[in-house]
């Protein structure tokens, strides 16, 4: 198998390098809009490096891998349907519904594949969450509560082309809600704080947020993320029901310290970012896509999904804005959701 690798940042680098061990890919192509940064990465892995994506195109691949700026998703996406080719996208397909349902809509008449990078779906902590809420082990569940903390924010240049933090950084944590419980969000309210730094105001954004959300089942659930804690990397769900209460995320590199007399101390070496605190999870996620490209599995998450995760933030959004609740009904593409 020869697959195409569109963007190689951070996150591409890391694909690239899990796909070029992957006993059923032969070879990569890897482009970047920094041609000498795809030419860098293809010397260290021993793969070939294309001066631009319509090379990708031309020169064949048996399916790409998009990780470029969000911005261009949806185009490529659509590109690659029209192609006949199946597609890994990291997360989102647009930063609004309208380009997110056509870019949908281009791989549905396709008839193609396209799975996008929720990785958290991969995560051992995650994956037993929704075990056990599955299995009922929790009883009835009344509460859960979802957070993101980043220990430092991203470069200012970043923040207005992100879609916001809701968008940016809550939508996994909406996603995740959505896979671990098996409900829909119905409704929100949704609230932001920009008092964190200028850069934030000026655009548009807020660097600190939290969301009040009701499931389908009257499940009700928080998610608060902020782009500045300084105590490192925190991503947690806790997940309570009338028999148990269960966590993800809590082990020996949680930046976070108990008052307590007798509570466990702090953290010797608190994760940093993202990257190093989900590396096993953005690894399996794309096995998982060769193994969907060769139909030795499922999707796991395709455009539809994303679609669902992209229309709460939406929801977060107007309900930051106009300061009232917002219902998922209120906005395009509900009638379609599918069950998890």
């Known amino acids: 198998m020869r697959i195409g690798v569109i963007g190689t940042g951070r996150i591409g680098t890391i694909h690239a390098n899990t796909l070029s061990r992957h006993r059923e890919v032969g070879s990569l192509i890897l482009t970047d809009a920094d041609p000498g940064r795809a030419a860098e990465l293809a010397l260290r892995l021993g793969e070939t490096a294309a001066p631009g994506v319509d090379e990708i195109f031309r020169w064949g691949v048996d399916a790409v891998v998009i990780t470029t700026a969000t911005s261009a998703h949806a185009e490529l996406i659509g590109r690659a349907a029209r192609s006949g080719l199946p597609v890994f996208c990291e997360k989102p397909i647009a930063l609004d519904l309208p380009g997110t349902l056509q870019a949908i809509s281009e791989v549905e008449s396709a008839g193609t594949i396209l799975q996008m990078g929720f990785q958290r779906r991969f995560d051992t902590g995650y994956a037993g969450a929704r075990e056990a809420v599955r299995a009922g082990r929790l009883g009835r569940l009344h509460t859960v509560r979802a957070l993101t903390s980043d220990q430092a924010p991203p470069p200012a240049a970043y923040l207005p082309l992100s879609g916001g933090l809701y968008r940016d950084t809550l939508i996994h944590d909406f996603d995740v809600l959505r896979w671990v419980t098996g409900r829909e969000v119905s409704e929100v309210y949704a609230a932001g704080s920009d008092a964190g730094g200028a850069m934030f105001r000026e655009a548009g954004d807020v660097d600190t947020a939290a969301v009040v959300l ?20 925190d991503v947690r769900m806790e997940l309570a029901g009338e028999r148990d209460t269960i966590v993800v995320g809590l082990d020996d590199r949680t930046p976070i310290a108990s008052t307590e007399p007798t509570g466990p101390p702090a953290a010797d070496k608190p994760w940093p970012g993202f990257l190093e605190r989900f590396g ?57 959701a599918a069950r998890i």
């Open 214 to 233: 009701t499931l389908d089942d009257g499940t009700l659930a928080t998610a608060t993320a902020t782009r500045l804690n300084g105590a490192g990397y």
């Open 280 to 336: 096993p999870a953005y690894e399996a996620e794309l096995v998982a896509f060769v193994e969907v490209v060769t139909g030795e599995r499922a999707n796991p998450c395709d455009g539809r999904e994303a679609l669902q995760a992209l229309r709460v933030a939406e929801a977060c959004e107007l309900s930051r804005r106009e300061r009232r609740p917002v219902r998922l009904a209120e906005l395009p593409g509900g009638h379609e």
